[in-house]
């Protein structure tokens, strides 16, 4: 990998993703990250800079939640870098109550599932044109929560759900992601590209942001000394950097000294990661431009 990569980033506007993002720049990276607010994007700009004054930061505009809009972004960045050293994958939302895209999927397969999957496909030829490169998806252990998977039915489910039965719905967007991440290390054998998931752990940074008591919970939570948003970001950082990985490719790692975690069934299949990464490349078939800037 390059001494200064060109990574790009998406969730970098708060929480986890933020903190990593400071750290990659730290570290001499170029940083591009994707961004729906344009004063929160500002404010990650000024904190990347004032972190690692002369950093190369750049911001491109996109809503996750409208699949145009990403494969506008995809194409956008495709065009513009000759080269992706890494591409790591973080955005992502837990909603309390169900809504439904323009597209007419739930917001939270949307944005945590098809998003990150339509952004890869389209970057997929610049990360193998760049290799050695690797891409890094922010899954979860609440996975565990799904109740498994139905794939046809829970790609298209727009069902309401209360606030108790939202854990189930997030849990099938973690898991589907790595699931995906899966499928495509083994897409990517012999390509150059490594593919890995992870879980970040509890993080109190960002905590139920559509909670009304959420700035109270995360006061305690930080008194308590609980949920450090640094070990989070720190796993991020260690899986778009370290060369040592074990497995190089399609390893699914723990917050916890990065050990390798074994996936929720259906993710430990192959045969059903294929069959979601089918029914997900045929959903998104024929989606294929965005404002960004330099900041």
């Not at 990517?188 to 942001?209: I, K, M, Q, S, Y």
């Not at 899986?239 to 497995?247: E, G, I, N, R």
Request: proline share 4%; with cysteine.
């Amino acid at each position: 990998m390059h001494i200064n990569p060109t990574i790009v980033f998406t969730g970098a506007t708060s929480g986890i993703g933020q903190l990593a993002a400071i750290e990659l720049a730290r570290r001499g990276a170029h940083l591009v990250f994707t961004a729906r607010d344009k004063a929160k994007a500002a404010a990650t700009c000024g904190r990347l800079h004032a972190a690692m004054p002369g950093a190369r930061v750049d911001v491109h505009y996109a809503d996750f939640s409208s699949l145009d809009s990403v494969a506008a972004l995809a194409s956008q960045i495709a065009t513009r870098y000759e080269r992706i050293d890494v591409l790591v994958n973080n955005a992502g939302l837990h909603a309390f109550e169900q809504r439904v895209t323009v597209d007419g999927y739930a917001e939270m397969i949307a944005v945590n599932y098809l998003a990150p999957w339509l952004l890869t496909d389209i970057l997929r030829d610049t990360l193998v044109r760049s290799a050695p490169s690797r891409i890094v998806t922010v899954a979860s252990e609440a996975s565990k929560r799904s109740g498994g998977l139905e794939t046809d039915r829970d790609l298209s489910d727009t069902a309401p759900f209360t606030r108790l039965g939202s854990s189930r719905v997030y849990g099938k967007t973690k898991l589907m992601n790595i699931m995906f991440s899966q499928e495509l290390a083994r897409q990517l054998e012999g390509t150059g590209v490594a593919a890995h998931c992870l879980d970040p752990g509890f993080n109190v940074t960002g905590l139920g942001r559509e909670l009304g008591f959420a700035a109270q919970l995360a006061k305690a939570f930080n008194w308590l000394r609980i949920g450090d948003p640094q070990r989070g970001a720190g796993i991020i950082v260690r899986l778009a950097t370290d060369s040592d990985l074990s497995p190089p490719s399609g390893g699914y790692f723990s917050v916890k000294d990065a050990r390798a975690l074994l996936p929720a069934p259906p993710a430990d299949s192959t045969a059903a990661c294929q069959e979601l990464w089918a029914a997900t490349s045929a959903l998104l078939a024929g989606r294929g431009m965005a404002a960004s800037r330099i900041c």
